[in-house]
């Protein structure tokens, strides 16, 4: 029966995507909001059937797949996020008109997807929930079927996501060859028994840690980010932004956290992790430091805050790397939010000229975009800084007072960036008459409970902290 | 007591700027009725929080603290005599900023009353931190609606002004960050637990490396916000951009923000790395004394000749500091005072004659005094106060300051008299070319004189400037006993890390934890 409890989460979501599926086939396709509402409702159970395993290690297919706290955590994040998505996409895909169960659909397969990343510790089906995120993926990102941009944004999602799962794949199989098991959890053990061969293994290693830097997007494998945003319908585009890293790092973190903590941080895989870091913090900020479209800025700086994600991972800090998650699913999917909300049947608003005076004609939109931008660009009292927080003194007291400085130094650089779009919307005088879409009340709404989260976990986190060190230890 | 006092004053302008936010934007009076309501309790609250305070006592009072977020971070708020007038300054001088705006503040009034109490949150909550990362949460957040009242409000380049504003302040308060993760992981180390309560960090003794380095990263936040000489670039250019209530909290709550740092972390906290970098910050501070006043001479602007002013006064300010005993703090702690008032008020009457004629260059003035003669009154006051005429405010700070920096350093003390030279040279000129003389201006001609709520906002401030400047003892009783503690402070500290290094050789940290300190807080 705990077998049935434990695979009710995935299956539900499967559920979820058929039934929207069907949903779109017999119904005509006049209003988007039937087959959003029941993915929502389908969401919620399954956030309430994954509830009722936390704490209790459940198991499925001989352990192959393994609830523990902190896969149960990051289900939720997924979990939130494709609610969130959802929300943002109900207007949306009837404005754009894509066909809408294709979208609620492999939303939901896609978010399944990365459930199965999170909640085993076997390579192999991590590589599993890989594939049936990315698939799901590069059709979301083409769904705006008469857009050449979405379908650049396909192709080149599709390629190189291809490429990514090769190394990953070609990884797994070199460190089956080393230490001739993919359990995450006994690879170190198996590394420091007989018969294993160490080159091989780690070899292997690098190749499956770059392929899931391919997914998070960490320099030199973030150059297809800017692009698939951009081209990506915009939902779809936050989804991305927020969801995959998060089951990306989690992988890592798995793969990852016994050598730190078994203390072999000085290897030459640590050292390469910190230069990773350090380049993508650079890089992700500079470059967002030219982009006049809003959208790719948000993609540079997606790859910037993966950066600063790194730096815990480095850090061996599972627990400020789980807060930094939890708050920038806010924040990132909140920015794109704003801009959704700008839309309007058939057209979006992208430029930042569009944005100029915007903080008079909708001085809520602009205000709260603006809490978002400031909680990106790192100022206390919103999330962002307190996540940067727990971050970079984790960094500190593991000694890498030199990674914590390009952190904060990449930060002011991004409080230009962040602050031009603020100072846009609040110090030019209106330039063009874009204003917020008042018929889009599901998107307010994502707005003002990404505002909400970012203040609470930015003023009183504790209980989302007491869980995340809940989760931790279950690791 | 149940009632948390200083939570109250920290955190009700705050509420009042959420309150606002449901006004709608046309009804301008009421919205300034209800800011200035919330502004005026704040002050009321503050000064009920210095009459019951303890002149005697040289720990922080009215103490508030829970814990927040673990890693040492907790809610703790406390008022000493390093922080009592500060906070009371602020709450005195916002209520006449928000009064004096309302003619200025044509458009998007509600945004700038809104900023203007988050700001006041900001600055109060600086004040009265007395866990680190309370305080530069604090620190950080009062810097965005200075942001904001400087971007959409100000002059011409404001724009310009305002980025560069946060991002010079934005890149030494990062450096400030990195210091406090060291501290913190510095005495976790130390101690076996974490804390970043001030008084706990008080205890810690870093090797004098370490304390190079950290004083180095704090000084540079500090010194920047200050500012002193060679970090004061974004000072003129947003002053002269800012609007004039953001100019006022500017020149006399955020530039005390870099000095009050200096007191209350900086120096007790490094104290061997100040034995090494005291004479340094003392020459750097002498520079901007005679810099700021050498460029207030040849300013052509009003505006910009007291923000160089500032660059000025603040040096003696850091001199008397980094001269740190007693009566050097003291002075130091009136001087910020009477700098606040004395600027706060100079910014007031430029403002006060830039609505009138839209220009603020010293050359198209002349004769103001013949046709607004109450008005060039209450303005020479102000002048009079900040170049230090016994009998007002400025000279009361002053006095200390050099008594207390002479004590310890005679030739610091002589040099940095030119202050006192300098503005006499800058500020009597400038009045003299505004004020006196024949009217030519034909926008001089037509001047009215001060209005009503203008007289409301001088007087207050004219009438404090004598207070202190007359009867310097009811202030200077409060923050004595504080004073000499932060003084005796620094020199056990230094003993006691000779101490510390005899025995153990070089322990890069510990604890020095006397019972009497303990008992202290």
Known sequence: MTGFASLLPLSLLVLGAISVLLLATSRKPASSAVPGLVALAFLAAAGVSAGRLWGRRAQAFGGQLRWDDASLFLTFLFLAAAALTVLLGIRFVAYHRMPHGEFFGLLLLAACGLVIMTATS??????????VFSVSGYALAGLKRGDDLSAEASIKYFLTGAFASAFFIFGLALIFGGV?????????????????????????????????????????????????????????AAFFAVAPKAAGFAVLLRILLPYAQAGLKKEALFGGLAAVAIATMILGNFAALRQTNLKRLLAYSSI???????????????????????????????????????????????????????????????????????????????????????????????GHVGLALVGVATSLVSVYFYLRVVMVMFMREPGRDTEADADNPAVHLVLFLCLYAVLQLGLFPGNIVTLIHRAVASM | MGIPLLSLITFLPLAGAVVLIFFPKEERRRMLILAMAFALAVFVLAVLCAVRFDGREAGPQFVEQSSWLGYGISYHLGVDGLSLFLVVMTAFLVPLVLLA?????????????????????????????????????????????????????????????????????????????????????????????????????????????????????????????????????????????????????LAAVLLKMGAYGF????????????????P????????????????????????????????????????????????SLQGALLQMINHGLSTGMLFFGVGALYERTHTRMIADFGGVARKMPVFAGLFLIAVLSSLGLPGLNGFAGEILCFAGIFSGHPVWAVLAVTTVILAAAYLLGMFQKVFHGPVVQERVAGLRDVRPIELAVFLPIVLLMFWIGLFPGTFLRKTEATAARYAALLESRRTSYVEARRPTGQAPASIAGSATERKSR
């Open chain 1, 122 to 131: 076997h390579l192999l089906v991590a590589f599993l929930g890989l594939e």
């Open chain 1, 180 to 236: 001739q098991t993919l359990d995450a959890a006994r690879l170190s053990e198996a590394l420091a028994g007989p018969g294993a061969n160490p080159a091989l293994f780690l070899a292997g290693l690098v190749l499956a840690v770059g392929g899931l830097a391919f997914k998070i997007a960490l320099v030199p494998f973030h150059m297809y980010q800017p692009d698939v945003y951009e081209g990506s319908p915009t939902p779809v």
């Open chain 1, 304 to 398: 910037a805050h993966a950066g600063y994600m790194l730096v815990a991972v480095v850090s061996a800090d599972p627990a400020g790397l789980l807060f930094y998650l939890t708050q920038y699913l806010f924040t990132g999917l909140g920015a794109f939010a704003a801009i959704i909300a700008l839309g309007g049947p058939g057209r979006e608003t992208l430029e930042l000229d569009d944005f100029s005076g915007l903080g008079r004609r909708s001085p809520w939109l602009a205000g709260i975009l603006s809490v978002l931008l400031i909680s990106l660009a790192g100022f206390p009292p919103t999330s962002g800084f307190l996540a940067k927080f727990y971050v970079f003194s984790a960094a500190v007291r593991a």
């Open chain 2, 101 to 249: 705006s309302q003619a200025s503040i044509r458009d998007r009034f509600k945004e700038y009353l809104l900023f203007m109490l988050i700001l006041e949150t900001g600055m109060i909550g600086v004040f009265l931190s007395l866990n680190l990362f309370l305080f530069y949460v604090f620190w950080e957040a009062a810097l965005i609606p200075m942001y904001f009242l400087i971007g959409i409000f100000g002059g011409r380049r404001r724009i310009y002004a305002t980025t560069k504003f946060v991002l010079v302040t934005m890149a030494g308060s990062l450096l400030m960050l990195v210091g406090i993760f060291v501290l913190q992981g510095a005495f976790a180390k130390a101690a076996g637990t974490y804390s970043l309560n001030i008084f706990d960090l008080y205890r810690l003794t870093l090797s004098p490396q370490t304390q190079a380095v950290l004083f180095l990263a704090f000084g540079l936040a500090f010194a920047i916000k200050v500012p002193l000489f060679p970090f004061h670039t974004w000072l003129p250019d947003a002053h002269v951009e800012a609007p004039t209530g953001a100019s006022v909290l």
């Open chain 2, 263 to 278: 007191i209350r972390f900086a120096f007790p906290l490094f104290p061997d790395a100040v034995s090494r970098f005291g």
């Open chain 2, 280 to 327: 340094v910050l003392g020459v750097l501070a002498i520079i901007g004394i005679v810099y700021g006043g050498g460029m207030a001479l040849i300013q052509k602007d009003v505006k910009s000749l007291v923000a160089y002013s500032s660059v000025s006064h603040m040096g003696l300010i850091i001199l008397a500091a980094a001269a740190w005993n007693t009566i």
